[in-house]
Structure formats: structure tokens, C-alpha cells
């Protein structure tokens, strides 16, 4: 048992992780003094568009968040899935519902199985995704939204509402530059450890806290500086590690309801949709590609964005060994970092901070050193997930044979989806897997597998021929689904809607 009890916490970075972090703190311990700081000069990363169904249900269910204070300020759209332009199909669709995991009473097996080459959509869903439409209308006419949806929000508007949010709860923001940090031994979890001590600002002063947070992006100046917590690399698997970034008005386009991850000649490029924005961004491998032939590529593909408003950022794929260590814990980039391929960023920060929130009040701000232990296999297993659903989109691409894709196709470490691969490639897209290949709990599950194996149609060994009863009651599903999904709402027509109900100014 630990000597100390948390009382106060520093979360050093107000990017979306620090303020994240320090509501979720604030609103789960109220009694708790909770301090942002953040550089004045440093700014937050200002890219991260893309959330997964985790975001809202992190909003507003797990802390209570005014939804309608929420859409005023934040101005988010609606993304139901990923559209992905990858691998031999036109495109397919990994929408938020479970849907290649379903089984209707009339087919004998779920529908991964009976993804053939006339299926556009798998569900209702998916088929909402493929006619542009969101959500179905209700009598008064405003959406009627399911829980299968997370938001588009651009991240300075997110972080501004974010940070409104937490002054209004008591969090104190303050602003300085962290210089230096002092550390030594501290006993947070009762067990000796290295720790922060405090941290030294420019203008000299000390700052001291039970906790420390380290929300500071990618500088992960406490973990990573002053701790020196190793840094283990996903470059086996993942290859790209810069992006260039770019955007236009939008005028007459349609707002879509999902992202679009686009394949490209060493990588792949994301279309996010906003109101009046559309933003494109272009991941790629520096060691296939130079920035110049990256931004020339993406400026051919898009040439409505203005080629003198792009900017590149680097990253490496990666993770720090451990995310809690004596009183500091690290959330957001300063933790890892992945390519936004699956839009994992706030997902990964919202499960930090509801691990970290509910682990402080259960034990009542006295961590032992399992629990914190336990805190960090749970946290790096996450991380580890997440590379390894990503390798299996690069491992089976077939869509160009560019030097990049072919190097993705020959040398992707599979690393802990391998297992999952050689499953499907004896048995296809059946269940059986779940629960024993596939653990219950995984970031993706069966069903985000299934849309990534069958969606690339990588090749298995269990053929399957369906009955003509089956075949005809699955066009009459598919029918179905189009139909009503031709009668739900745009994007569009679900802003009007909000707006005229007064959600949005
Ligand atoms: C190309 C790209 C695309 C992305 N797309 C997505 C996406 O679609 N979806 C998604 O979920 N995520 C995405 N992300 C990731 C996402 O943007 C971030 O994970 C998320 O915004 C969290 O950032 P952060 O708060 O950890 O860091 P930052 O926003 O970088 O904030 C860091 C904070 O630390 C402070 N700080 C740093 N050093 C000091 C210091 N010495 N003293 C004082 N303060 C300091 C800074 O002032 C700042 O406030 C993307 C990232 C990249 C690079």
C-alpha cells in the first residue's frame, strides 16, 4: 500500500490528450486540485480529425457532457466507418456496426461469408455509407442517430471547447515552458521508483505535484526525457512515418458520412469531411518517397487544395515500454503513436483516461504498484492491437505495384495478427475464431478482421456456395438496406436540421 495519497495532479500539455485527461480527473475526482500547463510557444499538433465510436460514448456517457453545448462548439460532422479505396474491389466499407459478424435467420452463415463481387454494402450501415446518407429522419424531422457513429472535428476547435469546458469545472490552466526536471526516487505506488520531483519553468519557478501527466505530444518530455523510457518501434510493420496534409473550401461537394483512406503510390491518404472544409492528408514511407513527390502526388490527386498550404510532419510508429511510472502517466502522443489509418489517436487517449480515472478512484488515490502494473499491460496491449489490425492493411494491399506495396506485401511483420491470418486463411470469415484466435476483448474484433480480410479479399481455403434460397433472401437483404438508406438523411440535411432546433449556430 502506498504511503501517499493523490491529492493533486499536473497535466503537463493542453493538446486534446492533457485537457481530456484533466476533465476526466477533475469530473471523476472532483475533490482533486487538477493543473494544465501548457507552452506558450509550443503549440498543439493541429491535425487529428478523425474519431471512432469510443469519442462520444466517452463524451457523453462516461463523463456527461452537454451533447449540445458540444455540437455548438466543436461544429463536428458524422462518420459512420471508413470508405477504403484499397486492395482488388472498387471499394468497401468498414463501417461502426457489427455487420460481417451478423447472422440473418435465413443464412446459414454470417455475412463475411457472403461478401461476393456484386456486394456493395453489408448492412444497414454500411448501406447508409454508400448512398451518402447518416442517419434515418425522425417524425419531427431531426436524425434520429444510433450509437454507430463517431465525429469528424478539427482539432483546434476541439481543443478550444476542451479547454472552455474543463475552466468551467475548476481545472486551473497555466501557462509555461517546462526547461528542466528534476528527478529522484519517489514511493506514488509504494514501490521506490524514479519519478519527477518537479518541474523547472523558464522563469525559474518549481512546480510540484502528487501526479504528473504527461500530455506533451510527441516531445513526451516526461516519460521519454526525463524518465528515458525505451521507445519500441513499429517500423517492422508499419513503414510510413511522415505526412503531408492539405485542404480546400468546400463548395458543391457532398458531405460524406465517413472517411476515405485512398491508397497511393508509398502509402495511402485520408479524406476527412467538415461542414465547410474538406481535409486530405497524405501518410507516406520517406524511404519510398521525398516530401516533394509526396506533396506533388497528393496536389495532382486534390488540385482544388492551394499548393502554397500544405505542411509536412514526421512521426515514428511506436510506443513507450510502459505508460505509468512511479507518479508520472503518460497519455496521448507523448505515449505512442500510430498513422491515423483507423482514426486510433483519441480512442487510444480515451481509454487511457478512463483507465487511469476509474484505477484512481477505486483505490481511493493509493495505487499499488500491481494495479499500476496491471494499468500498463492493459494500456501497451491496446497499442499493440492497433499495429497489428494496421499491418494486416498493408500486408494484403493489392491495389498497386508500386516499390512501396510490394515491400508492404513481401516484408509487413504480421506480428500478433499473424496467428488470425493463418486462422482465416484455413477456415474464412467464419465466428469460430472469437474468443479463442481472437480474444473477446481486442480494439477490432472479429468484425473489424473480417471487413479488412474479406474487404481485401485475401484469399482462404473454405470454400463456401451458398443455396439459391440463400442467394436470393441475401440480394433481398441488401435491397432492403438500400432501400431505407435512400430515404435517411444527408449530412447536410442533419446540419440544417440541428441548426433550425438550434444545436448549431
Ligand atoms: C498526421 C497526423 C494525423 C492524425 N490524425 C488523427 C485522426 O484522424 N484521429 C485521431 O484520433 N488522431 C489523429 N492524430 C493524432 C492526434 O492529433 C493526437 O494524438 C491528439 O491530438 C493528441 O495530441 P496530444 O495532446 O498528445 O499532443 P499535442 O497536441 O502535440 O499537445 C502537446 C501539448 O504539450 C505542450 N508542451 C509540450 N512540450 C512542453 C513544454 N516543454 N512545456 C510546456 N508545455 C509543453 C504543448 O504546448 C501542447 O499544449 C493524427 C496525428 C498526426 C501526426
Redesign the pocket.
Known amino acids: 500500500m502506498s504511503a501517499l495519497m493523490i491529492r493533486n495532479v499536473v497535466v ?7 485537457f481530456m485527461a484533466a476533465i476526466s480527473l477533475k469530473t471523476k475526482l472532483p475533490a482533486w486540485q487538477v493543473r494544465v ?3 506558450p510557444d ?4 493541429g ?5 471512432t465510436v469510443s469519442f462520444p460514448r466517452f463524451l457523453f456517457d462516461y463523463l456527461g457532457l452537454p451533447q449540445r453545448e458540444f455540437y455548438a462548439a466543436a461544429e463536428p460532422t458524422w462518420k459512420l466507418g471508413i470508405r477504403f479505396l484499397w486492395g482488388p474491389r472498387k471499394d468497401f466499407y468498414y463501417s461502426f456496426a457489427r455487420e460481417y459478424e451478423h447472422t440473418w435467420p435465413e443464412l446459414r452463415r454470417n455475412v463475411g461469408f457472403f461478401h461476393d463481387h456484386e456486394t456493395h454494402w453489408v448492412g444497414p450501415i454500411s448501406a447508409l455509407m454508400a448512398h451518402d446518407r447518416a442517419f434515418p429522419r425522425k417524425p419531427d424531422g431531426t436524425p434520429n442517430f444510433n450509437k454507430h457513429h463517431a465525429f469528424h472535428i478539427e ?1 483546434q476547435k476541439l481543443v478550444a471547447w476542451l479547454e472552455g469546458h474543463a475552466r468551467k469545472l475548476g481545472v486551473e490552466i497555466e501557462e ?3 526547461t528542466g526536471v528534476e528527478t529522484g526516487p519517489v514511493r506514488t505506488t509504494g514501490r521506490e521508483e524514479n519519478g519527477v520531483l518537479a518541474l523547472v519553468l523558464a522563469d525559474g519557478q518549481r512546480v510540484t505535484a502528487d501526479l504528473f501527466v504527461d ?5 513526451s ?1 516526461l516519460l521519454g526525457r526525463a524518465l528515458g523510457e525505451p521507445h519500441l518501434s513499429y517500423a517492422k510493420s508499419l513503414f510510413c512515418d511522415r ?1 503531408v ?1 492539405g485542404g480546400w473550401e468546400r463548395t458543391d461537394e457532398i458531405t460524406k458520412p465517413y472517411t476515405t483512406a485512398e491508397t497511393m503510390a508509398a502509402g495511402w491518404a ?1 479524406q ?1 469531411e467538415h461542414e465547410h472544409f474538406i481535409n486530405r ?1 497524405y ?1 507516406y514511407s520517406s524511404a519510398h518517397l521525398d516530401d516533394e513527390a509526396a506533396r506533388a502526388e497528393l496536389l495532382q490527386k486534390n488540385p482544388k487544395i492551394p499548393a502554397d498550404r500544405t505542411r509536412v ?1 514526421g ?1 515514428q510508429s511506436g510506443r513507450r515500454q510502459r505508460n505509468w511510472i512511479g507518479n508520472v502517466v503518460g497519455i ?3 505515449v505512442g ?1 500510430v498513422e ?1 489509418l483507423e ?5 487510444v ?1 480515451v481509454v487511457e483516461c478512463v483507465t487511469l480515472c476509474d484505477a484512481l478512484v477505486d483505490c481511493d488515490g493509493r495505487p499499488g504498484p500491481l494495479l499500476v502494473d496491471v494499468y500498463n499491460e492493459h494500456n501497451t496491449r491496446g497499442w499493440d492491437e492497433i499495429r497489428d489490425f494496421l499491418a494486416v492493411h498493408y500486408a494484403f494491399n493489392t491495389r498497386l505495384d508500386t516499390p512501396f506495396w510490394r515491400d508492404c506485401r513481401e516484408q509487413t511483420d504480421l506480428a500478433g495478427a499473424a496467428r488470425m491470418v493463418e486462422w482465416y486463411r484455413e477456415n474464412g470469415p467464419t465466428m469460430l475464431a472469437k474468443g479463442v484466435v481472437m480474444p473477446e476483448i481486442n480494439v477490432f474484433g472479429m468484425e473489424g478482421y473480417l471487413a479488412m480480410l474479406v474487404g481485401q479479399k485475401v484469399h482462404h481455403r473454405r470454400e463456401f456456395r451458398p443455396t439459391s434460397a440463400e442467394k436470393r433472401a441475401w440480394q433481398q437483404y441488401k435491397a432492403q438496406f438500400g432501400a431505407k438508406a435512400k430515404e435517411a438523411m444527408t449530412v447536410a440535411e442533419c446540419l440544417g436540421a440541428l441548426r433550425r432546433v438550434g444545436w448549431l449556430k
Request: aromatic share 8%; no cysteine; net charge neutral.
Open positions: 503537463l500539455g493542453g493538446g486534446s490528450a492533457g500547463l501548457r507552452s509550443i503549440g498543439v499538433i491535425v487529428g480529425e478523425g474519431t482539432n509555461g515552458n517546462v500530455a506533451s505530444g510527441f516531445r518530455e505526412a496534409i485520408w476527412i492528408g501518410v510532419i512521426f496521448g502522443n507523448s503513436f491515423p482514426a486510433t489517436a483519441l480512442q487517449v
